[in-house]
Structure formats: C-alpha cells, structure tokens
C-alpha cells in the first residue's frame, strides 16, 4: 500500500516537472476530496475547499519547478497539513470569538509546512493584488503588459499591434504603464515586514 | 536613480544582460543605502509578482478545470446529496451541531427520570410490604438480653447455670402425648443444630425432631432425655373441628424468661392471605409466642400459634389444630418411634381461667434452639 502511494507521488512529481496536465488532474483527484472533506466537516463550503486546495497546489507545484521540494512525507500528507494549517488560521481570522491562533498539536509535526502556508498566503495575496492591479489599470496598458510579460510577445510585435511609431515609444510607453501598476500595486499589497 | 531606470535595470538584470560593474555598483548602494535598498527590494517584488502571474493564472485556470472536471464527475455520482449540503437552515444547522450533546442530555434525563420513578415506586411498595407484613414469632435472644441474663442468674443462681448458652433463638411448644412427643411451630425450630425445652419449673428435657411441614408450619418433636419419665396425665383435648367465630381463646407462651399468657377472640377463620388451614385470632402476641397452643374457654387445644401481621392491629394467627391432626394420621408409621396415643379426656372445661393456667403451665414449654 505505502510503495504504491511512493508510485504514485513520484509519478506526479515526474509528471509536474514534464508539463503533464494529467498528472495534475490525478493530484486533484487523488487529495481534493480528503481536503473538501476536511473543509466541509469545519464549517467551510466546496468553494473554501477549492481555494485552499488550490494555494496549497500552487505552492507544491512551483517548489517543484523550482527543485526546491523537499519532501520527507507523502504528497497527500503534505498537501493535507498544508491545506489544514490554512483553513485553521482562516478561520481564526474570519472567527469573532478566538483572536489568537488555533491550536493545533499537528503542526510541531511538519516544520517545513508553516514556511510553505507563510508563501502560499503570501503568494495568493500578490496575485490578488496584481489581479486588481491590472484589472483597474485600465486599457491599452493593460494589454500591453499582458503582451508583454505575461504572453511574452517581443516589444517589435507589440509597436505593430499597438500601431506605435517606432519600439522606443512603445518602452515608453510600457515604463509609463508599469509604473502605474506599481503605484496600484502597492496600494493593495503590503510588503510583509 | 529613478523608478523608471531601477525598473529597467532590474529587466536587464533578470534577462542576464547586466554588467558586473553595474551589478557591484547595486549592490555597493543598496549595502549604504537601506531606503534605496528598501525599493530595489520592492521593485524586486514586483516585477517577480508580475512576472509570475501569468504562470498563475494559467496554472490557476487549469486547476479550475480539473476542479470542474472533478465536480462533474462527483456531482454525477451524488447529485442528491449538494443540494442538501447547500440549502441548510440555521435550525439545521445548529441540530446538526448540536445534536450529539441534546442527545446525550436527553439520555441522561430519560435514566434519570425513570430511575427516580422506578426508585420510588421500590421504596413506596417496600415501606407499604412493612407496615402490614407477616412476621413470624420466634424470638431472637439477642447478645445484650444473654449478658443481662447471665448478670442475673449469677446473682440468683449458681454460677454453673449462668455458663448455659440461652440459645440463639427461642419459641414455645406444648406436649402432644405424655409419653415425650412434643409440638412446635417449623420456623422456630428451623436450621436448628440442637433443642432444648424447659418450663416456668425449670424442668429441661433435650429433645430431637422427629417430622416438620414447612408448609402448615409444624414440627413434631419428640424428647430423648434419658432422666425423662413422662409429663404425665395431659389436662387438654384436641378439637377435631372447626371453632366458631367470636370464640373466646387464650394462649400461654415465652416471649420473654417467664410464661405469659394472651387472651382474645377468634376474628377470622381464615389467616393471612385468606389461608384456610389458619385462624385469625385477637391475642396480642410477641416474638417468642411461636409455638404455642391456643384453646379455647373449655380447654380444647384449637390451634398453634404460627406469627402475626405487622402494621395491622390485632391481627395474629395460628395454624388449626385439625392440620395438626391429619399431619399425624399421615405420618408414615415407620417414621415413629412410638404410636401416638392423643389424649382424649378434657380436665379443663368448667373451671375458672386461673384453675386451668395453673394445671397447664405444666404443659407448656420454651423451645430453645441452638445453631
């Protein structure tokens, strides 16, 4: 059973570092419903089960393509620890009643998840930010920063899309842009101290 | 260094196409310049930020794919059970929460309730079976009476009959032939290793039992003292028949040291529980009084004292003596030692009550049973 669950996590793994869509679509079966379950039987919603999962998967699969996974459990056991370490410190945000933290004996466990719950907060705060950031950005900067940087077209490309006259108006112009979703950016996002 | 050119430097940076002079010359003014360093660190940040949102989103869109693809699956196979979870009202919800703990404060409540009830009840039907209860006469001779007795026959007796064990229980019995059988009630003399009976004369015979009914509460008992002689001629008659109601009736027994005599009427000529095979009788009766014969105002031995009811007023009983007598005629012939030859001539009837306790007494022993 425990050298079939091994199979299994490192599949995934070797399947994450090859770009294969099947291997995550395994993970999501494999672990959301355990985390849904977690989830649901406290107090939360399919949709809170999601998000969880989610941030936790995203911290999980860009440690992976960083090479900076470390793992001395199995990927249902981290995941799980991950997404419950999440949940209990929402709740205790979200709760009237409790301000501090929620106890939790399990964490003395795994030392490594609270950094990993630290970055996925951190890293779902960022997104939300830039999220908003380019949403009230506003257009053409919007798309040309989306060209850019996030569909990674070259900056000649983008003078003949946008119709500028030569490449150096259009930098200009994408300074100009980021420096506007900065100053929006920062609005949202506080550099945790 | 303005934001523009820092937000270029850093795109050059991240692209490798910085040189290691401009690099230093960073690092160098971010090492002397901590608000500086604080917004190459900031930029920093940023640009990371954007530049991994599009990896995010799009892995962001995937996972909402497979979540979607998961949730069809799942929906398809449990479409009943979402709409449940989702459309909850707060009384469920608090039922649900809840429901374990209203559970068990609903157990312990039921127990609780029941137990008292059930408790009560026990109590009440134990304290009614008190007040009107059938006891049965035999006397317990208890350590404080043995003590007070022995400081007493010290001082009146001789030292050697103090050191007689009293026995454990007593009764009375009376003598069914002068040639030594005996008659008592079954529960005094009942678990009994030895007996011994004695009269208001100190006369002491031992005697052994010969045949008990447990049922009509009898013992015929017979004595094997070898200095025993006889009790001679029996002053009483035992009456075949049934005696009336209203009867006059007496009884003599032990219900302490000394013979004690009762008198009253014959109430019933039934007994507790509507038993036939006893009278109800008007006799105040104590423990010790088991036993003993009961006859009427011409002498006949009518019945055997056998116990009375607690809680009611002068409600005692004795067992006929017409049972005493078919128990006799039953009993196996080999079981006897000797035939039983009943007494049939009455000394008693016609003279005054006095009279006859004085030729009775005689007659009437205390059964001492020791265990």
């Known amino acids: ?193 | 260094m303005s934001d523009r050119e820092l937000l270029e430097l850093l795109e050059r940076f991240h692209q490798h196409q910085v040189t290691s002079a401009e690099k230093r010359e960073l690092q160098e003014r971010m090492a002397a310049d901590p608000v500086f360093a604080q917004r190459v660190r900031e930029a920093e940040l940023f640009t990371a930020a954007l530049q991994n949102h599009g990896q995010q989103k799009s892995l962001r869109d995937r996972l909402n794919q497979h979540h979607q693809a998961w949730q069809q699956e799942n929906q398809k196979a449990a479409p009943a059970a979402a709409p449940v979870l989702r459309r909850r009202t707060p009384i469920q919800i608090f039922m649900r929460r809840y429901s374990a703990t209203m559970a068990v404060a609903a157990t312990v409540a039921i127990v609780t309730v029941f137990s008292s009830l059930l408790g009560m009840e026990m109590w009440r039907s134990a304290t009614q079976q008190q007040t009107a209860r059938y006891v049965e006469l035999r006397r317990e001779v208890e350590d404080l009476k043995r003590k007070q007795n022995a400081i007493l026959s010290s001082s009146t007796t001789t030292p050697k009959n103090a050191s007689v064990n009293p026995g454990q229980f007593s009764g009375t019995g009376f003598v069914l032939t002068s040639d030594g059988y005996f008659v008592t009630s079954y529960h005094v003399i009942e678990g009994a290793d030895s007996l011994m009976i004695e009269n208001k004369s100190g006369t002491k015979y031992k005697v052994e039992e010969i045949y008990s009914d447990q049922v009509r509460d009898l013992a015929l008992l017979r004595v094997t003292d070898t200095a025993f002689t006889g009790f001679g001629k029996l002053p009483y008659s035992f009456k075949q028949k049934e005696s009336d109601l209203g009867e006059r009736v007496f009884t003599l027994g032990y219900p302490r040291e000394d013979i004690v005599f009762g008198e009253g009427t014959l109430s019933s000529r039934s007994g507790v529980y509507g038993d036939t095979a006893s009278y109800q009788i008007s006799v105040p009766l104590n423990p010790g009084n088991s036993g003993g014969p009961l006859l009427d105002d011409r002498g006949n031995m009518i019945g055997v004292i056998s116990g009375k009811m607690l809680g009611v007023d002068g409600a005692a009983f004795a067992v006929k003596s017409a049972y005493l007598l078919t128990l006799l005629e039953q009993l196996p012939e080999h079981r006897l030692p000797k035939p039983i030859s009943l007494p049939k001539v009455n000394n008693l009837a016609g003279t005054s009550r006095p009279q006859q306790l004085k030729k009775l007494q005689d007659f009437v022993y205390m059964v001492k049973v020791y265990n």
Not at chain 1, 35 to 43: A, D, H, I
Request: charged share 30%.
């Open chain 1, 1 to 193: 059973m425990i050298h079939k669950a091994l199979v299994t996590d490192a599949a995934i793994i070797e399947g994450i570092l090859q770009d294969d869509d099947m291997a995550l679509s395994r993970l999501y079966k494999l672990h959301f419903p355990m985390v849904l379950f977690f989830v649901q039987s406290n107090s939360g919603t399919e949709d809170d089960a999601k998000d969880i999962f989610q941030e936790a998967v995203i911290v999980f699969y860009e440690k992976i393509k960083a090479g900076q996974l470390e793992l001395n459990c199995q990927i249902k056991t981290y995941l799980y620890s991950i997404c419950r370490r999440l949940w209990l410190k929402r709740l205790s945000r979200s709760s009237r009643f409790s301000h501090g933290m929620v106890e939790d004996t399990e964490s003395e466990l795994a030392p490594q998840v609270e950094d990993d719950v630290e970055r996925a907060e951190q890293n779902e705060l960022k997104f939300e930010a830039m999220a908003n950031a380019l949403g009230q950005l506003g257009e053409p900067c919007k798309t040309l920063l989306e060209d850019f940087y996030l569909r990674s077209m070259g900056m000649p490309e983008i003078t003949e899309k946008f119709g500028y006259n030569n490449v150096d108006s259009a930098k200009n112009q994408k300074y100009k842009c980021l420096m506007r979703l900065k100053k929006l950016f920062f609005l949202d996002y506080q550099v945790p101290s």
